[in-house]
């Protein structure tokens, strides 16, 4: 468990860009899963298991708290000129700006499947929503965000973006 924590922290920090809140769900997320070993049925999905119980608690804090969700939703990859990393820096910024512009639900289906890897079923069984809904959330999501981007410009250059995890 304590290597899937730093994956956690950036998830949780994605979804609510608070690092002391994000702290505090990781935290509870790993304490829960501790209390609750037993319920686990496969060790191998513990990612999963552990996102799912991350999204939960996360989901209950916005319904306690109503607040706006922000993420940072790319990481650049190193190795490039200080003028290439200033213009992939402005990237950064208007995918960030794109994303607290989509829901919640969108937001978590598109960090879910495009930064951290799940599948369809993963993430499904993450939401606990039907694999559809997570396609179609998807689909939404990233159709939003290529109008986001192209209105604000993004579209001109092509990053080196890499997942997070």
């Not at 319920?39 to 996360?58: E, F, S």
């Amino acid at each position: 468990m304590e290597a899937l924590r730093p994956g956690l922290y950036r998830l949780a920090w994605s979804w609510c860009h608070d690092a002391e809140l994000a702290d505090d769900l990781t935290q509870e997320a790993l304490l829960r899963a501790l209390r609750r070993v037993d319920q686990l049925r496969d060790p191998g999905r513990l990612d999963q298991w552990l996102t799912q119980i991350l999204a939960n608690l996360h989901r209950d804090h916005l319904r306690r708290h109503r607040e706006t969700v922000s993420l940072e939703a790319v990481e650049v990859s190193g190795g490039l000129t200080t003028e290439e990393e200033a213009q992939r820096l402005g990237i950064v910024q208007q995918v960030q700006q794109a994303m607290t512009q989509l829901g919640d639900e969108q937001r978590k289906v598109i960090t879910l499947v495009d930064l951290m890897g799940f599948t369809y079923a993963d993430v499904a069984r993450i939401l606990d929503v039907p694999a559809g809904t997570v396609m179609s959330r998807l689909s939404r999501a990233r159709d939003r965000m290529r109008r986001l981007l192209e209105a604000s410009g993004a579209r001109q250059a092509s990053p080196t973006l890499r997942r997070v995890k």
